[in-house]
């Protein structure tokens, strides 16, 4: 208060002049900070449209395996476990609600009854009857999957040439 009290302002114009720097400073200072927080939010969004199609790349080639192995699998071309422990692992990569529809449930459930059997070089170090043994058990297991899982792999390619639709309930499993 002593200080505007005691000065007469109309005979400091430079007050004026550099209020008026200060103020023109501090705009130009918020323009420029507004137009970095523009910036990083158009990089923000073009990065996570980036990684949102990526995504749905990997998803797409998720997909594109699946229908392979149940082409195979309807065919005659790979055994029943192993396309039902392959397709259950990709469908577990893909992003769609856990539990689904069910979808994949008996590539899943054939997946979880095998799983105690022995693969690659734990197999290898099987005895020629225990190897047997896990054999039959497999082959006794598929027997019972057997229908279902080709029936579920057609179903997932005729959903690929969009014979059904997906709305339609499309697996059943076998209840334990």
């Known amino acids: 208060m002593w200080i505007f009290n005691t000065m007469n302002l109309e005979a400091y114009p430079e007050f004026y002049i550099i209020a008026?720097?200060?103020?023109f400073s501090l705009t130009?200072?918020?323009i420029f900070l507004h137009l970095k927080v523009r910036q990083q939010e158009d990089l923000q969004k073009s990065s996570a449209d980036s990684l949102s199609q990526q995504l749905n790349t990997r998803q797409e080639g998720f997909r594109d395996s699946i229908r392979v192995i149940a082409?195979?699998?309807?065919?005659g071309q790979v055994g029943l476990t192993e396309g039902a422990i392959r397709i259950d692992k990709l469908s577990s990569l893909l992003?769609?609600?856990?539990?689904?529809?069910?979808?994949?449930?008996?590539?899943?459930?054939?997946?979880?009854?095998?799983?105690?059997?022995?693969?690659?070089?734990?197999?290898?170090?099987?005895?020629?009857d225990e190897m047997i043994?896990?054999?039959?058990?497999?082959?006794?297991?598929e027997d019972s999957f057997q229908h279902l899982?080709?029936?579920?792999?057609q179903i997932i390619l005729d959903v690929h040439s969009k014979?059904?639709?997906?709305?339609?309930p499309l697996?059943?499993?076998v209840g334990k």
């Open 163 to 168: 014979k059904i639709t997906k709305k339609e």
């Open 20 to 23: 008026a720097l200060i103020i």
């Open 71 to 75: 082409a195979a699998l309807v065919q």
């Open 28 to 30: 130009l200072y918020a």
């Open 133 to 141: 043994m896990f054999d039959k058990e497999r082959a006794s297991i």
């Open 95 to 128: 992003d769609e609600a856990p539990g689904g529809d069910g979808r994949y449930k008996v590539f899943s459930q054939l997946a979880e009854a095998t799983a105690h059997i022995p693969i690659l070089e734990n197999w290898k170090k099987l005895t020629k």
């Open 149 to 153: 899982i080709r029936d579920a792999a």
């Open 171 to 173: 697996f059943y499993s």
